[in-house]
């Protein structure tokens, strides 16, 4: 069974840095493609980064370049989400999901395994 769970989310003041992680279990790691979603309050889910299991290939929305970077570490079957020089409008709810690589059909899409999300507040 697919398993995702993510951690590290929480309250941060504007400026302020946290690392999400997502840990997998279930399938085999290198096969698959992680990406990060969030979806704020009244808003669309959107896609943040996604990362290439296979060989690390990343893709990075232009809306967080700079600030967010996206990292796996294959010992553990865990990606992180890094966050740095976070802003109000990063508060939302941040979810990772697994699609097997060959069967995606762009960087955000179609992503069949999800976890639970994990929430990011930055407020002062």
């Known amino acids: 069974e697919v398993q995702l769970v993510e951690s590290g989310g929480g309250l941060v003041q504007p400026g302020g840095s946290l690392r999400l992680s997502c840990a997998a279990s279930g399938f085999t790691f290198d096969d698959y493609a992680i990406a990060w979603f969030r979806q704020a309050p009244g808003k669309e889910r959107e896609g943040i980064l996604t990362?290439?299991?296979?060989?690390?290939?990343?893709y990075t929305e232009d809306f967080v370049k700079g600030r967010f970077t996206i990292s796996s570490d294959k010992a553990k079957n865990t990606v992180y989400l890094q966050m740095n020089d976070l802003k109000p409008e990063d508060t939302a709810v941040y979810y990772c999901a697994a699609e097997p690589e060959a069967d995606r059909l762009g960087p955000f899409y179609e992503y069949h395994y999800w976890g639970q999300g994990t929430q990011v507040t930055v407020s002062s």
């Open positions: 990362i290439a299991n296979s060989d690390g290939t990343t």
